[in-house]
């Protein structure tokens, strides 16, 4: 899997610009946050997350 540099969503080995956001992707990353209700969760609003996804955690 690879993260996007700008959005942090995580994407397919292939993609090489984010499907969401339209971002460079890079295969280095580490940590994983699966977010099912962007919401309520106070993990997600700590980190800025807004939508339902899976995000890296720290992306370089």
Do not use: F
């Amino acid at each position: 899997m690879n993260a996007c540099k700008v959005c942090k969503r995580l994407a397919d080995d292939e993609a090489t610009a984010c499907p969401h956001c339209g971002g460079a992707t890079t295969q280095y990353w580490s940590g994983y946050l699966g977010v099912l209700d962007a919401k309520e969760s106070k993990i997600a609003n700590k980190v800025s997350i807004k939508e339902d996804g899976q995000y890296a955690l720290k992306v370089r």
